[in-house]
């Protein structure tokens, strides 16, 4: 356990089994929402949920049940939380739980395991799942003792949303669930004092101050953080350009004056440009991940590089650090922006020349031809549905495709599978989001390869009647890997292919989901207009050209100045 916390009992005045334990913490934590799927190891714990105040959402695999608690936390800001049974309901989280390892998304996943007296044994369904989980958890928790539940899931709970948030693992044997206890121990975490480094804080000033090309370099760091209106003032107060990774999308609202877009290897020419030209690139909680940086040894080569972050292992691991300001986001932003305040930057000529590369670079929709042409649709679809408007995106071309050209009013409207790229992510962190806000317009933006792998959650949707609309892509082809197969592969097309995939339509329907079919340009306003009007659940079926490309593409070991723009 945590040693600064301190020991709470709570006597009980009768004894309790530690599966209703487990459900009256999660009640006396906050908990709303749990998604899961039982099985016998988890068994007495579902036996406890009926009555509760809990409301658990039965998905159709478990994966589900992890990516749609995943989502249910960005779109919150709360913990999420999941639950499956032990050996293969276990095992099936590890996709979602390796995703919220890598995006840092504070979810808790509760598994079932056999008896301890049996562990060891290759018991029916056992698997140590601590184990196979140990790389991709920030913390796991096996607990011994029905007593030791409310501290397990308190401290599960605390070490998932503090500091750099994470997935943590509980495990619960089954004579642990059983088991009864009289005895009912908390844990009292004292809030956090949050300190700035002054002396980093006007070092970081001193930077700025001295730079004439600087740019601020926004990562999903932020969001998680809880400083996009600190960023956000920063940006507005300095002027200074900003540029945007995937998962950050929305910090800086799409359009703002000074925004150049994503950058990295689908990003926008502007924001690619941008930091290749830039003498300081100040980093707002990103990571400098191959898929932003291109040829690393080529990134930014003129920069010097201011880098703020919670977690200290993340300064300098990929790129030193001129000046290093290492603790929580917002208050550290909001001390220097409140330093640099009068303060005359000397940059004008250069907001001047990236506004100019911003407009001079803008993406245009008059693509020719009469079929569907799929970032004009996005385009449309994000403004139609305005300010509530959230996309849930699955992997793939898709998914790029959103991130250009879809608008974003804020952060938690662009929940994308960003470190992993886990297909099947968009169907279920769709119903996680909605169920997070229901009075979002949340749109799962999927492809026809990753929609197939989690198809199975449109039983969830009309279940619940959980009003997402599904914009569904359809090329028939693993889109991403056929266009890296034409570029770089000789036009070698290896199991690509996904030309037998069923009528869409009629599955939605089999499930008894709404759907529809768009194939042409004409067809497109009015399809946009149905999809987001349906009462309930909905998906539009969209045929697109199985040749269209995402572009532009920074090629593998070229820098992001090294785009290529068509072929």
């Known amino acids: 356990m945590n040693a600064a916390a301190a020991l709470k009992p709570t006597p009980v005045t009768a004894p309790r089994s530690g599966a209703r334990l487990l459900v009256s913490t999660l009640e006396r934590l ?74 840092s998304v504070p979810i808790v996943c509760i598994t079932g395991n056999v008896a301890q007296g049996v562990m060891g044994t290759d018991a029916f369904q056992e698997i140590d799942i601590l184990g196979v989980t140990l790389p991709i958890v920030k913390h796991s928790i096996l607990v011994r003792h029905p007593a030791d539940i409310p501290a397990a899931v308190e401290e599960a ?13 509980i495990d619960l044997p089954k004579d642990v669930q059983v088991g009864q206890t009289s005895d009912d121990f908390g844990f009292h975490y004292p809030n956090a004092v949050q300190t700035v480094d002054h002396d980093a804080i006007a070092a970081a000033a001193r930077a700025i101050r001295a730079a004439e090309r600087p740019l601020i370099y926004i990562g999903g760091g932020v969001k998680i953080g809880r400083a996009t209106a600190q960023v956000r003032a920063f940006a507005e107060a300095t002027g200074i350009p900003s540029i945007s990774t995937l998962n950050a999308l929305g910090t800086i609202p799409t359009g703002a004056p000074g925004f150049q877009g994503m950058l990295g290897m689908h990003g926008t020419r502007a924001a690619n440009e941008a930091v290749q030209e830039a003498d300081l690139l100040i980093v707002f909680g990103a990571r400098f991940d191959d898929r932003a940086t291109g040829k690393l040894a080529e990134f930014a080569p003129h920069a010097r590089v201011v880098h703020f972050d919670v977690d200290a292992s993340e300064v300098g691991k990929l790129r030193d650090a001129n000046v290093a300001v290492v603790g929580e986001l917002a208050p550290g932003v909001e001390a220097l922006t409140a330093l640099l305040a009068g303060a005359r930057l000397t940059i004008d000529p250069w907001i001047i020349q990236c506004a100019s590369r911003v407009a001079g670079t803008a993406f245009r929709y008059d693509a020719p031809g009469e079929g569907v042409y799929a970032p ?192």
């Open 30 to 103: 906050g908990v709303e929402v749990v998604f899961g799927y039982p099985g016998g190891a988890i068994m007495p714990v579902y036996d406890a949920l009926a009555g509760s105040s809990l409301r658990h959402i039965l998905v159709r695999h478990e994966q589900a049940a992890a990516f749609a608690a995943d989502a249910y936390a960005r779109r919150s800001g709360r913990v999420g939380v999941c639950m499956a049974t032990s050996g293969p309901g276990a095992t099936n989280l590890i996709t979602g739980i390796a995703n919220a390892m890598m995006d």
């Open 157 to 169: 709970f605390h070490i998932a949303a503090s500091g750099r948030p994470g997935p943590v693992l």
């Open 376 to 567: 004009a649709l996005l385009k449309a679809i994000s403004e139609a549905a305005g300010d509530a408007f959230v996309a849930a995106c699955d992997v793939g071309q898709h998914q790029m495709w959103a991130a250009q050209h879809c608008s974003f009013s804020r952060p938690e409207a662009h929940l994308s599978s960003g470190g992993l790229g886990a297909m099947g992510f968009g169907l279920p962190a769709g119903i996680g989001a909605k169920l997070a806000d229901p009075d979002a317009t949340v749109v799962v933006i999927a492809g026809d390869g990753g929609f197939m792998m989690n198809v199975q959650e449109l039983a969830t949707l009309r279940r619940y009647g959980v009003a997402v609309k599904v914009l569904l892509l359809d090329n028939s082809s693993l889109g991403l890997v056929r266009q890296w197969q034409e570029l770089f592969f000789d036009g070698n097309y290896s199991e690509v292919d996904l030309s037998d995939n069923p009528d869409f339509v009629k599955v939605a329907e089999a499930f008894g989901v709404e759907a529809f079919r768009i194939s042409r340009r004409e067809e497109v306003e009015a399809g946009i207009a149905r999809l987001l009007a349906a009462d309930g659940p909905c998906l539009a079926h969209v045929i697109i050209d199985p040749r269209e490309n995402v572009w532009p593409l920074v090629p593998p070991g070229k820098n992001n100045a090294e785009m290529m723009e068509g072929a």
